[in-house]
């Protein structure tokens, strides 16, 4: 098998020709600056005035606010489930659920200054009817929860975070609770 020495001499050949010959000359910084100066270069300029903004507050570390929701949703949440109980045992049913929310301020100790309940819909989801059997329509006026709110808040004043909030945080959190939800 014989090979053609001439093709790869004449690639080299050609590389030689582009690069020596064929590249486009390249700017420097000082023609750059020659070409790009003076009136246009002010009008091109785009410029922003540094007011003094006001203060935002001390801010919270997302390492700290996701520990906070992680302790509520691994602990806490269970506080919400006794009240529920405590509910169904009062109206002696284990159809009470609904929704809530309730807002409460950490401290930088980590405690609880203040809890508020900001909603709550928790009230018997079926009811007796005539025959006893629990339903959904039909049955007896649905009784609201009235004490879910305030055993709420009570657990709530109790809670602990560690880490602690660099600066005071107020949280809200919304649940729903309850087998028949």
């Known amino acids: 098998m014989r090979i053609n020495n001439s093709i790869p001499l004449t690639l080299a050949a050609l590389g030689l020709v582009f690069a020596s010959g064929c590249r486009p000359q390249q700017q ?9 100066g003076g009136e246009k270069y ?17 801010a ?20 919400f489930e006794r009240c529920l109980e405590d ?7 284990r159809w009470v659920a609904g929704e809530f929310a309730v807002e409460f301020t950490i401290e930088t100790s980590g405690l609880i200054s203040s809890v508020t309940m900001l909603n709550e819909d928790i009230k018997e989801r079926r009811t007796p009817d005539a025959d006893g059997k629990y339903v959904s329509s039909g049955g007896a006026e649905p009784r ?14 109790k809670w602990e975070f560690d880490p602690a909030p660099e600066a005071t945080y107020t949280h809200t959190y919304n649940g729903q609770i309850g087998e028949a939800w």
């Open 28 to 36: 420097t910084n000082q023609d750059l600056l020659a070409s790009y």
């Open 87 to 93: 509910e169904m045992s009062r109206l002696e049913n």
């Open 60 to 79: 919270i570390d997302p390492r700290t606010l996701a520990s906070i929701d992680d302790t509520i949703q691994s602990t806490y949440v269970a506080d």
């Open 144 to 157: 609201v929860a009235d004490e879910f709110g305030s055993c709420v808040e009570a657990k709530v004043y």
């Open 42 to 58: 002010t009008a091109d300029m785009v410029a922003t005035d540094y007011e003094t903004v006001e203060d935002q507050g001390d």
